[in-house]
């Protein structure tokens, strides 16, 4: 068996959200009696919450949903790059050391620890120039540890606008602490959510043979 590393963190009340964004809540809508034989749940959160891939709409008024997507830049050979203290903009020289024969998707380690218990106000994010530049060598989609590839105070939100200039995917919140540096088949695929503009993924990574 290939070793499988899982990068998702954890969903549950606790999950921190971005500031005015809708916590993960859980309520039992039917529980195991000896009328009822299943429990059954109906959960209320964020599509932001945990391990989640921002589709074009997210950031793009007339961008597409996250279930209209093609699946391909979500699964496939991928390479962790470490660019931890690299606060407050990951640039391309936090990158270069591992930029050679580059695959079509970066995941981007900035924490020693990621925060599972609170929200980060001060997260790491991407000059967009550094987006840009892995966009020219090719890159589909990138990866982060932080909640955005964006400060959190940024209106403007310009590494998402070259995101959406460029054509690339995005997923955010990865859980990277225990990851080493190099190469790996990423797997993360979206939800067919038709009409919203983000979706959880169960993100793991695979040893390549």
Not at 1 to 21: E, H, N, R, T, Y
Not at 64 to 70: F, H, K, N, P, S
Not at 85 to 100: D, N, R, V, Y
Request: proline fraction near 10%; charge should be negative; glycine fraction near 4%.
């Amino acid at each position: 068996m290939k070793k499988l590393w899982d990068i998702s963190p954890p969903v549950d009340a606790s999950s921190p959200v971005f500031p005015g964004d809708t916590p993960y809540t859980q309520r039992w809508a039917a529980t195991l009696t000896e009328a009822c034989p299943v429990n059954v749940s109906a959960i209320t959160l964020s599509p932001h919450v945990g391990a989640h891939a921002d589709a074009p709409l997210h950031y793009d008024p007339q961008g597409a949903a996250v279930g209209t997507l093609e699946l391909t830049p979500f699964l496939g050979h991928c390479r962790v790059i470490h660019a931890i203290g690299a606060w407050p903009l990951i640039t391309t020289a936090h990158l270069q050391h591992a930029l050679q024969d580059l695959p079509e998707r970066v995941l981007v380690r900035t924490c020693r620890q990621m925060p599972l218990d609170h929200f980060d106000t001060q997260l790491t994010a991407f000059d967009p120039q550094a987006v840009q530049h892995l966009a020219d060598l090719g890159v589909k989609l990138i990866g982060t540890d932080s909640a955005s590839i964006d400060p959190a105070d940024s209106k403007q939100l310009p590494s998402h606008q070259v995101i959406r200039q460029r054509g690339l995917r995005v997923l955010e919140n990865l859980w990277l602490d225990n990851v080493p540096e190099g190469d790996y088949e990423l797997i993360a695929l979206p939800l067919k959510l038709m009409r919203a503009d983000a979706s959880p993924v169960r993100a793991v990574l695979r040893e390549l043979p």
